[in-house]
């Protein structure tokens, strides 16, 4: 009996080794589509099947990861989230409500993320985005503030986090209190706290490259846009992307470290293409997203017993249904939509100034020929033709010159309407202009990914990545 117990005591003893003995991830990427739904996903896939010729997809790179799943979003005190509480959950761990910045919903007590968590660890530490970088999902993993419109506090916080690399638009109201008062431009502050401030990926090449803490913003002739870099539809190759801030943020945090890292990018931008119900815009970010994690997975192959990689989303946009009124798909003609609903309503805008607001319709028909492909290489119908017709004698005939609003954007009517024949004329289809409470996909990669599987709340991503970290 006693040779049996010592039997059942190695076995016991060589398993907790095991468990315990392996190595943890000491690189850990988190990448978060910011509006991205499974449906977003999907949608990009089959685009891109189509483009090809093919029915099916053509996978990206993080949804041929081994491991995945599916996530749950709602928040402490809604079913349907907003990006604060659900980015909180993500870096927490734990549910906020809605509009909160990492703040526990009852004590309102900061709650430490998993990026916080890191730094303390010695690990160093980045947060880049495609968006503000005091914006609601960035925010919440170096901030504690009561309201996500906070930017200037939040910007302090980033500041006082001492983390080691910040990316994205810049920062919106950098020198405005959030009681409307004048404040200290937040931009000298970094300076002063020993960041290097790098506008656009050649001046990081040629100024920030070899300093230790950055923040890498738009291009200055820009005008420093702190809403966003522009949509990979519309960017030009002298544009930011966010390709170039992942490879960045990885040059930085690997310099003269051996203790790892930590890195959050956010591919903001498909959440405002999703609140305007621009399908083309929206599948063009989420290949901006994979295209940034391909520098990652790189990484990854360089070092595959160190380093995970997660992808998932805050929550969906929209509620985009993929086919709508017919059983076919026809996603291949939004390959001729060559610029986002904004850019083309500043095409529209110029085309009335140049005019003098007297823009004929054959004019108009040139115009959206050449950037969404109408009448040229997509054919419309009667009724699809009267309601552009319509849209433009509103505006260029009758003077009614009003917005179609949508969360980030104000765009003209006219190529508001032009974006939704396209999107009919592709079978895709839309619930709201809103967040939803679908699921969001979860995926993953390396060490500790096998944890990633199934369903799952997404309060549960940042505790498995602690998990697979050791932190």
């Given at each position: 009996?006693?040779?049996?117990?010592?039997?059942f005591f190695l076995v016991f003893l060589s398993v907790t080794v095991l468990c315990y003995g392996q190595s943890k991830a000491k690189y850990i990427f988190l990448f978060i589509g910011d509006g991205m739904g499974v449906n977003q996903v999907n949608g990009t896939e089959l685009y891109l099947g189509e483009l090809q010729g093919k029915i099916g997809t053509v996978p990206l790179i993080f949804t041929q990861f081994p491991n995945g799943g599916f996530a749950t979003t709602f928040s402490a005190n809604s079913g349907i989230t907003d990006s604060s509480a659900a980015g909180t959950a993500l870096a927490t761990g734990h549910k906020t409500n809605n509009g909160t910045v990492s703040?526990?919903?009852?004590?309102?007590?900061?709650?430490?993320?998993?990026?916080?968590?890191?730094?303390?660890?010695?690990?160093?530490?980045?947060?880049?985005?495609?968006?503000?970088?005091?914006?609601?999902?960035?925010?919440?993993?170096?901030?504690?503030?009561?309201?996500?419109?906070?930017?200037?506090?939040?910007?302090?916080?980033?500041?006082?986090?001492?983390?080691?690399?910040?990316?994205?638009?810049?920062?919106?109201?950098?020198?405005?209190?959030?009681?409307?008062?004048?404040?200290?431009?937040?931009?000298?502050?970094?300076?002063?706290?020993?960041?290097?401030?790098?506008?656009?990926?050649?001046?990081?090449?040629?100024?920030?490259?070899?300093?230790?803490?950055?923040?890498?913003?738009?291009?200055?002739?820009?005008?420093?846009?702190?809403?966003?870099?522009?949509?990979?539809?519309?960017?030009?190759?002298?544009?930011?992307?966010?390709?170039?801030?992942?490879?960045?943020?990885?040059?930085?945090?690997?310099?003269?470290?051996?203790?790892?890292?930590?890195?959050?990018?956010?591919?903001?931008?498909?959440?405002?293409?999703?609140?305007?119900?621009?399908?083309?815009?929206?599948?063009?970010?989420?290949?901006?997203?994979?295209?940034?994690?391909?520098?990652?997975?790189?990484?990854?192959?360089?070092?595959?017993?160190?380093?995970?990689?997660?992808?998932?989303?805050?929550?969906?946009?929209?509620?985009?249904?993929?086919?709508?009124?017919?059983?076919?798909?026809?996603?291949?003609?939004?390959?001729?939509?060559?610029?986002?609903?904004?850019?083309?309503?500043?095409?529209?805008?110029?085309?009335?100034?140049?005019?003098?607001?007297?823009?004929?319709?054959?004019?108009?028909?040139?115009?959206?020929?050449?950037?969404?492909?109408?009448?040229?290489?997509?054919?419309?119908?009667?009724?699809?033709?009267?309601?552009?017709?319509?849209?433009?004698?509103?505006?260029?005939?009758?003077?009614?010159?009003?917005?179609?609003?949508?969360?980030?954007?104000?765009?003209?009517?006219?190529?508001?309407?032009?974006?939704?024949?396209?999107?009919?004329?592709?079978?895709?289809?839309?619930?709201?202009?809103?967040?939803?409470?679908?699921?969001?996909?979860?995926?993953?990669?390396?060490?500790?990914?096998?944890?990633?599987?199934?369903?799952?709340?997404?309060?549960?991503?940042?505790?498995?990545?602690?998990?697979?970290?050791?932190?």
């Open positions: 009996m006693n040779k049996l117990k010592n039997v703040l526990d919903p009852v004590t309102k007590a900061p709650m430490p993320s998993v990026a916080s968590k890191a730094k303390a660890k010695g690990m160093k530490v980045g947060i880049t985005t495609s968006v503000s970088m005091n914006d609601a999902t960035p925010a919440v993993f170096y901030a504690h503030q009561k309201d996500r419109g906070m930017g200037y506090e939040i910007a302090l916080d980033a500041i006082q986090s001492h983390f080691d690399f910040f990316a994205g638009g810049g920062f919106f109201n950098p020198e405005k209190k959030s009681d409307g008062t004048k404040a200290e431009n937040i931009y000298p502050l970094f300076q002063k706290a020993g960041y290097s401030l790098a506008y656009g990926y050649a001046d990081y090449l040629k100024n920030a490259k070899n300093k230790n803490k950055v923040v890498l913003m738009n291009n200055k002739d820009q005008n420093n846009n702190p809403e966003a870099i522009p949509y990979r539809i519309d960017r030009t190759k002298d544009d930011l992307s966010l390709l170039q801030i992942t490879e960045s943020a990885i040059n930085t945090l690997t310099r003269n470290n051996n203790k790892g890292f930590f890195l959050m990018v956010e591919a903001g931008a498909i959440d405002h293409a999703c609140h305007a119900n621009d399908a083309a815009t929206a599948f063009n970010d989420v290949l901006d997203l994979n295209e940034a994690i391909k520098p990652a997975y790189e990484f990854y192959l360089k070092h595959p017993k160190e380093t995970l990689i997660v992808v998932t989303a805050d929550h969906e946009t929209g509620g985009i249904v993929l086919g709508s009124s017919h059983s076919g798909l026809n996603f291949k003609v939004l390959q001729y939509q060559k610029v986002s609903q904004p850019v083309l309503s500043n095409y529209i805008s110029t085309l009335r100034k140049e005019k003098n607001n007297k823009v004929s319709w054959d004019e108009i028909k040139d115009l959206l020929g050449k950037y969404m492909g109408l009448w040229k290489e997509v054919p419309i119908d009667k009724e699809q033709e009267q309601m552009i017709y319509q849209a433009y004698e509103n505006s260029f005939v009758k003077g009614d010159n009003s917005r179609e609003q949508s969360l980030y954007q104000s765009d003209d009517k006219l190529a508001a309407t032009a974006k939704r024949v396209l999107n009919q004329i592709a079978r895709v289809s839309w619930a709201s202009g809103n967040h939803s409470c679908g699921y969001v996909p979860v995926f993953a990669v390396g060490q500790g990914s096998y944890l990633f599987s199934g369903k799952m709340d997404n309060t549960d991503i940042p505790k498995k990545i602690c998990r697979a970290a050791g932190l």
